[in-house]
């Protein structure tokens, strides 16, 4: 074997446990049928103790609405009573192009699967963010780049666009996003990186109600059995693109 060809090889056994093969499916619950349990099919309800309950919220970039709660209502493991509750959910504010919020854990944690819930009765419902992880120990890790500085090329992975926008019909209602690996392991995580963007440009009100941002940690997942393996095997095995509950 040629000398080029062995150190190609080599690097390429080095290299492929980098890439991460994220899965992002999310469920639609519509207008008519939302309530304020947060009811899935597949995807579990909100929770009040997962790894994003310990977890520092910062504004990295972006104007939260006037209206809007604080940034602690997306790991509170509160939602909304009401589809249209602007004080239970984080929001930027209106016109703007949404922003970035940084979750720091107090340690790393291997993370099983993110789950974004949102609910509104209109345009403010769906979800879109990109989503990046950073271990903590990049060399040139920059925890607060603004839009404009791509995450990538200061330390930050890139894990995945997470979209819960309709193709056609009713955009209200209620979303869980959730974000998984094939690996069953999203990797050791000290911080999340979540750039929020507006789901439509019609008016100036299509910045997402997010009601709550759960982060379910490995460890905890093998010895909690309240969600069982039905829906985490279930998710494993769903691949993007995503699918919807969404009903006609
Ligand atoms: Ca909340």
Redesign the pocket.
């Known amino acids: 074997m040629p000398a080029t060809l062995k150190i190609l090889l080599t690097l390429l056994v080095l290299i492929v446990p980098v890439f991460l093969n994220a899965q992002v499916e999310f469920e639609h619950v519509p207008n008519r049928s939302a309530t304020a349990d947060f009811k899935f099919d597949r995807l579990p309800s909100?929770r009040k103790d997962d790894a994003a309950t310990n977890a520092k919220l910062t504004l990295v970039d972006g104007t939260p609405d006037g209206g809007s709660a604080e940034l602690n209502?997306?790991?509170?493991?509160?939602?909304p009573a009401h589809a249209d509750e602007p004080g239970?959910n984080f929001y930027f504010d209106a016109g703007t192009m949404g922003g970035r919020i940084r979750m720091d854990f107090p340690a790393p944690v291997e993370i099983k699967q993110i789950i974004s819930y949102s609910w509104h009765p209109g345009s403010r419902g769906p979800q879109l963010y990109k989503l990046y992880a950073a271990g903590g120990s990049e060399a040139n890790l920059n925890l607060a780049p603004k839009r404009g500085i791509d995450p990538v090329s200061c330390g930050w992975r890139f894990i995945a666009t997470v979209s819960t926008i309709p193709k056609q019909g009713e955009e209200g209602g209620q979303y869980a996003a959730s974000v998984t690996d094939a690996s069953g392991n999203l990797g050791k995580v000290r911080y999340l990186l979540f750039d929020c963007y507006v789901t439509e440009l019609n008016d100036d009100y299509g910045n997402t109600f997010y009601?709550?941002i759960d982060v379910i940690g490995l460890s905890r997942n093998r010895s909690n059995k309240s969600y069982g393996s039905d829906s985490s095997n279930g998710l494993q095995q769903i691949r993007a693109p995503v699918s919807s509950l969404h009903t006609p």
């Open positions: 909100p209502a997306l790991t509170d493991g509160q939602v239970a009601s709550e």
